[in-house]
């Protein structure tokens, strides 16, 4: 039985725009979670995600970038002891943990540095893998990608999102997690909400109550081998200096997602455009973008357009021919269909509010 004066520890999990973040965030503003202590990774050099989730807790850290399953296994267990001491020096106060990994991450080694890290077992325990997948992309992605079966296989609580949505195929996606993890709870969560009850108290994770292929992955983390694998998956982020228009932009997305959709694993951006003075906070995974989300203010000082993606299969020269034709298309008109940033009424709301991957699409 775990020790009552352990801190529990919850790993929030789920392959690129699942909608975890969105959860994070609004389990962030519960009374209940508002001891929690949280730990954010993202794979790539901005991050966008983690000046959002500092809207809704000030007690947030942010890994350096890159996938928690390699280097960042030592960052990791730095930031739980440096959060330690603060705690016994009276400088940060809380009383539980979340950690929100990037969505390229294969938990087993993140798990088996909880478990067994000297140190760090001894204080902290763990409540807990709890993994979001998208009902509309979700069925693809475990098709393809080793690290969301992983995600999903080891889970203690699985988190079936985006149900609502019209791509979605539940159907298909609950018979995949069946398969992957019979013993799971499925719970559907619509635009983030969940009770926190939910997702805690899951109890200590213990891999034999687990499938023979989770009790190997962790077996390959005690020999250090790595698991799963990017391929041919980047990260990049890029600045534009200039304000665009949106029709610009409009046009632009229209022609990308045309062209490479199936290629934008996932696609996250601040936008400055002309004549507009507040942000405009862009989500989209593959072909599905949301609605774009006007901020009341900039974070800070920098007015720049700045996109953060993740993609596949993109040589240096495509990346740089992708933003070359953004600029390229100053002055363009409104895609016929009505536009996505020109179709949107400028109504801003507090940076707070905004919800990840949100669950009704544009």
Same mark, same amino acid.
């Given at each position: 039985?775990?020790?009552?004066?352990?801190?529990?520890?919850?790993?929030?999990?789920?392959?690129?725009?699942?909608?975890?973040?969105?959860?994070?965030?609004?389990?962030?503003?519960?009374?209940?979670?508002?001891?929690?202590?949280?730990?954010?990774n993202?794979?790539?050099?901005?991050?966008?995600?983690?000046?959002?989730?500092?809207?809704?807790?000030?007690?947030?850290?942010?890994?350096?970038?890159?996938?928690?399953?390699?280097?960042?296994?030592?960052?990791?267990?730095?930031?739980?002891?440096?959060?330690?001491?603060? $705690?016994?020096?009276?400088?940060?106060a809380?009383?539980?943990?979340?950690?929100?990994?990037?969505?390229?991450?294969?938990?087993?080694?993140?798990?088996?540095?909880?478990?067994?890290?000297?140190?760090?077992?001894?204080?902290?325990?763990?409540?807990?893998?709890?993994?979001?997948?998208?009902?509309?992309?979700?069925?693809?992605?475990?098709?393809?990608h080793?690290?969301?079966?992983? $995600?999903?296989?080891?889970?203690?609580?699985?988190?079936?999102?985006?149900?609502?949505?019209?791509?979605?195929?539940?159907?298909?996606?609950?018979?995949?997690?069946?398969?992957?993890?019979?013993?799971?709870?499925?719970?559907?969560?619509?635009?983030?909400?969940?009770?926190?009850?939910r997702?805690?108290?899951?109890?200590?994770?213990?891999?034999?109550?687990?499938?023979?292929?989770?009790?190997?992955?962790?077996?390959?983390?005690?020999?250090?081998?790595?698991?799963?694998?990017?391929?041919?998956?980047?990260?990049?982020?890029?600045?534009?200096?200039?304000?665009?228009?949106?029709?610009?932009?409009?046009?632009?997305?229209?022609?990308?997602?045309? $062209?490479?959709?199936?290629?934008?694993?996932?696609?996250?951006?601040?936008?400055?455009l002309?004549?507009?003075?507040?942000?405009?906070?862009?989500?989209?995974?593959q072909?599905?973008?949301?609605?774009?989300?006007?901020?009341?203010?900039?974070?800070?000082?920098?007015?720049?357009?700045?996109?953060?993606?993740?993609?596949?299969?993109?040589?240096?020269a495509?990346?740089?021919?992708?933003?070359?034709?953004?600029?390229?298309?100053?002055?363009?008109?409104?895609?016929p269909?009505?536009?996505?940033?020109?179709?949107?009424?400028?109504?801003p709301?507090?940076?707070?509010d905004?919800?990840?991957?949100?669950?009704?699409?544009?």
């Open positions: 039985m775990p020790d009552p004066a352990q801190i529990p520890v919850t790993l929030l999990t789920g392959f690129l725009g699942s909608g975890k973040t969105t959860v994070l965030n609004r389990l962030l503003r519960h009374p209940r979670l508002a001891g929690t202590a949280v730990i954010v993202e794979f790539g050099e901005a991050a966008l995600d983690h000046e959002l989730v500092r809207a809704s807790s000030e007690n947030v850290v942010l890994l350096g970038s890159g996938c928690l399953c390699c280097a960042l296994r030592g960052d990791l267990v730095e930031t739980l002891r440096d959060l330690a001491e603060r $705690q016994d020096a009276g400088e940060f809380f009383d539980r943990v979340v950690i929100e990994t990037t969505g390229l991450a294969d938990p087993a080694p993140i798990l088996h540095t909880l478990l067994t890290e000297e140190g760090i077992a001894a204080r902290f325990v763990t409540d807990g893998l709890v993994t979001a997948v998208d009902s509309a992309t979700g069925a693809g992605t475990l098709d393809r080793e690290e969301a079966r992983r $995600q999903v296989a080891m889970a203690d609580l699985l988190l079936l999102t985006k149900t609502d949505l019209p791509q979605a195929q539940e159907d298909r996606v609950r018979a995949e997690l069946a398969r992957l993890n019979p013993g799971a709870e499925v719970l559907t969560v619509i635009d983030g909400a969940v009770a926190p009850e997702l805690t108290g899951l109890g200590h994770f213990d891999p034999s109550m687990k499938s023979a292929d989770v009790a190997g992955w962790m077996h390959e983390t005690t020999r250090g081998v790595h698991g799963g694998g990017a391929g041919g998956i980047r990260a990049i982020s890029w600045e534009i200096e200039t304000p665009l228009t949106a029709g610009q932009f409009d046009l632009w997305m229209d022609l990308l997602m045309a $062209q490479r959709g199936g290629d934008l694993l996932r696609v996250k951006a601040l936008v400055h002309t004549d507009v003075p507040f942000p405009f906070a862009i989500h989209g995974v072909h599905i973008f949301h609605p774009p989300v006007p901020l009341k203010d900039w974070v800070g000082q920098d007015r720049r357009t700045r996109f953060v993606m993740i993609l596949r299969d993109f040589t240096n495509e990346v740089a021919e992708i933003f070359e034709a953004l600029e390229r298309l100053g002055g363009a008109e409104p895609v269909s009505g536009g996505y940033l020109s179709a949107e009424p400028f109504h709301i507090e940076p707070e905004i919800r990840h991957d949100s669950d009704h699409p544009a």
